[in-house]
Each structure stands twice: as C-alpha cells, then as structure tokens.
C-alpha cells in the first residue's frame, strides 16, 4: 500500500526553466509534509517542509504547495541549476499517534538539470 | 560538528547470515531512526529508537531488530538474511521525539545478499 506515491521517476529541465515535481498520497491523517534531496553516495538532506495548516511555503529558490482536498503537493525549483540535478524524494508524516517518529516516504524522481 | 555516521558503507553476506549495520547520531540527539531503500523504491520506514527505547516499528518482519546504546549510537541487526534484503539502509538522528520531522541522514550502509 503506496501512501505516498511520486509518479513521475525521472524529470529533464533546461537550466534557469522551472522545475515541478510533484507527490500524491492517500492518507488523509498526514499533517506534515517534506521534500528531501539525495546525491549519489550521501544520504537523504532536507530541503523544505510544509504544515497541513499551510498550501504554500516558500524558502528561496524552493517553493511547496500542498493542494489538501486533492492529497497533492508539488515542489516548484526556479531558475533550475545544474547543481539541483539529484533524486528528490516526498515525504509525509501524522505528528503524534502511532505513527509519531515515522516519515512514509514517495519513490522518488530523479531530476536532471542541464545546462 | 560530524554528521550521523555510519558503518560499514558495504557489506556483502551470504543467505542465512546475520548482518549487523552501527549508527552513530549527531553529538545532543537522542532519536534513531532506520529506513531501507530497497531498488527502485522509496525509503521504508524500519525502527526507531529514542532515550535507549524502541518508539515505533515499520512492517518488517522480527529478524530485523535493533538497539540503542547509553550513547543515542544504535545497532541494526538482521538475522536470517534473504537476497531481497540486500538495500541501502539509512540511518537519521534528531533531536528527540519532539523533533522527529527535522531528521538528518547518514549516508548509508549498502547490504548486498548472496
């Protein structure tokens, strides 16, 4: 059972252009949301969070919009940098309850940002 | 300051075996947590551990185990090992529970079965 699905494995932008990834998931007791960005050999880094309370955060060049009554979120990258290319992960949590400390995490999409 | 490290990066047992995978957090954090990212999936939530107590579990199956040492450091074990187990486990650290959204990650240890 996929709660959290990114259906798109792989995103090619041209570099300055906009970059969208985006994230489903079907459980309607998620009140966090975070996108993760993993190089090659290094673990998962955090990028940017948003509360269910919110649609939109912005920090930088990043900015996430979660659409609640569809369960959708999107990360928006603008200009798009060589430097971004990386498998960006989504991820959603419950703070509290039994699923407290658990962070169910999408497929990933690699993004390839060219020059 | 070091991030979460982790050891070995690879290891490579045979079918049957058990393999035992070490994490150690951030110096000041006291939350561990451990996922697999197993080919071409996302990363699976296994266990975490915080204060030396196990928290919450994700649906593995009991062969996989763990601990967390007096020093927030933490061990996962694997018994009994199958080929479908070979992943890249990923271990995370934070600042307690209260902080369980604002992990960091290690790189990861590479398990391959044979």
């Known amino acids: 059972d996929q709660q959290v699905k990114q259906n798109s494995p792989s995103l090619s932008v041209q570099e300055g252009r906009i970059s969208i990834l985006n994230c489903d998931y079907t459980?309607?007791?998620?009140?966090?949301f975070l996108w993760y960005k993993k190089y090659p050999a290094e673990g998962p880094t955090f990028l940017i969070s948003i509360s269910s309370i919110k649609d939109k955060n912005e920090d930088g060049r990043f900015t996430v919009f979660l659409n609640k009554s569809a369960k959708h979120l999107s990360l928006h990258i603008v200009p798009s940098q060589p430097g971004d290319s990386a498998v960006y992960f989504c991820?959603?949590?419950?703070?509290?309850?039994?699923?407290?400390?658990?962070?169910?995490f999408g497929q990933g999409t690699i993004l390839t940002v060219h020059p | 300051e070091a991030g979460v490290t982790q050891s070995p990066t690879h290891l490579i047992k045979t079918r049957g075996q058990q393999a035992t995978l070490r994490c150690s957090p951030i110096s000041g954090h006291t939350s561990v947590y451990w996922y697999q990212q197993a080919l071409g999936l996302g990363l699976q939530f296994l266990l975490w551990?915080?204060?030396?107590?196990?928290?919450n579990r994700g649906n593995f199956p009991p062969r996989f185990s763990g601990r967390q040492f007096p020093n927030y450091s933490s061990e996962l074990n694997v018994n009994a090992l199958e080929l479908e187990d070979s992943a890249l486990y990923l271990c995370?650290?934070?600042?307690?529970?209260?902080?369980?959204?604002?992990?960091?990650f290690g790189q990861g240890t590479r398990l391959t079965v044979v």
């Open positions: 459980n309607s007791m998620f009140d966090y």
């Open positions: 551990y915080d204060e030396g107590e196990e928290r």
């Open positions: 995370a650290s934070s600042q307690g529970q209260s902080h369980a959204t604002e992990a960091f």
């Open positions: 991820a959603a949590t419950r703070r509290g309850g039994t699923s407290y400390g658990k962070l169910t």
